[in-house]
């Protein structure tokens, strides 16, 4: 046989499109060429391949052979084609004798010495493969994360190993068991917050519904610290929400276990001075950014005036849809961006005088000029965290309630809403929560001066119900009056932020 057909994947942001590698190998000077939109990496691997072969007790063929990866106008990139084209060489060379391989695929990078190393991104692949029905063949060191596909994935050491599993002589391990990593031991409560009882109440609802959420308050009050306690009430993940945080964080190079861990809801919080790129993805072979990084978890912005407007401004669209698109010259890239936005501001660059005049400040009012009314408008709870008085931060004993028993209610809150729509409430759309919110004719009359006296916008408005709707599942009963004045106090501060803004 001089020509063989395997199958490998490519890596296209979070999608793994088939690649088929074709070899042919014909009469000539020997030679070895690779076309196909090969990248530096993958027209280097021709030498990894010639050394593999040969350090594995084959013989590569002395005569012209041709390699192509199809489909041809895309670009392929990295190792992970390696262990592909040498089993295609083998074949093509008829040293495997007659092989079907039309159920395998294969990914792995090749040292010289014939082992296979692992590659980035290989739980796409891995989906992919399952969904066609194939057999994958791939690194030891990516076993953990093909384990969390059930499929039917086997991995190997070395390209001697992969040979005698296809010639039968011996099978392959097969990637069989799920991570049982525990939780790292720094896992943050709700009982470590003193005081609070409004933050506390919004970070409640804020994890009941996935809403977005902006605590205000002078420096040293615990924004940061109510923040860092959002993971620890939010509700289980599904499987697929899982397997979704997974293929992310597979793309970006992460390790499961050391960087991230299965089952757990990241949470992000990038430094001030990120660019937008770092913030939503980018560079010349688009990577997921922090907002994608943060998928089905909390993306975290500390000091959000100190964040450059500009950077601030490419999360509108990510915020509305929860995808980032990301366009270049070669293509366009999709990753997803579900996130939950918490930030944390103080109203003023100087100390804290107290009273709603510290919002109306001059030194206030350029401080916030740093932030666009738009870019508030999606934030849909708006909570302001005052200093602790010096009695409850120094005597106060007691306990806050421990993270466990808000959880409870969350998930059960949760479950209303996935019987009743199947998603969070903030991913319901508007027609959506006004058949659903039922308000009567005196509640309607009520919204319609709130929101001319709040002057909130229409987006602003179908926010106030969604998080309505929120409460009202929290106690398990219809939406009620009293349930749209609370989620109308969440919206006081953006008056107060919007005059300053728009001043």
Known sequence: MSLATIYSRARVGVSSPLVTVETHISNGLPSLNIVGLPEAAVREAKDRVRSAIINSHFEFPTRRVTINLAPADLPKEGGRYDLAIAISVLVASGQLGELNLRDTEFIGEL??????????????????????????????????????????????????????????????????????????????????VKGQYQARRALEVAAAGGHNLLFIGPAGTGKTMLASRLPSIMPAMTEAEALAVASVQSVAGRKMGLDWYWSERPFRSPHHSCSAAALVGGGSIPKPGEASLAHCGVLFLDELPEFDRKVLEVLREPLENGEVHISRARGQVTFPARFQ??????????????GQDYYQSSASQKYLKKLSAPFLDRI??????????????????????????????????????????????????????????????????????????????????????????TLADLNDSPVTRAHLMESLSYRKMEKTLSMAVSS
């Open 380 to 469: 849909d709870l708006h909570v302001e965290v005052p200093p602790l008085p010096s009695d409850v931060l120094v005597n106060a004993q007691e306990e806050g309630e421990c993270s466990a028993y808000v959880r409870e209610r969350v998930e059960l809150a949760v479950a209303r809403q996935r019987a009743r729509q199947g998603v969070q409430n903030a991913l319901l759309s508007g027609r959506q929560l006004e058949a659903i919110c039922a308000l009567s004719e005196e509640d309607k009359q009520f919204m319609q001066q709130a929101l001319e006296k709040l002057k909130l916008s229409a987006r602003a408005y179908h926010r106030v119900l969604k998080v309505a709707l």
């Open 341 to 354: 936005l918490v930030a944390a501001m103080n109203a003023s660059n100087e100390a804290y005088s107290g």
């Open 111 to 192: 040292a010289l010495s014939g082992d296979i190393r692992g590659v980035p991104g290989l739980l796409p692949s891995a989906i992919a493969c399952h969904h066609a029905n194939r057999q994958l063949i791939l690194p030891e060191d990516n076993q953990q994360e093909a384990a969390l596909v059930e499929g039917d994935a086997v991995f190997a050491k070395h390209l001697t190993q992969v040979t005698a599993h296809l010639l039968k002589l011996s099978k392959l391990p097969a990637c069989v068991s799920k991570p049982t990593e525990p939780l790292p031991l720094d896992h943050k409560d709700m009982r470590d």
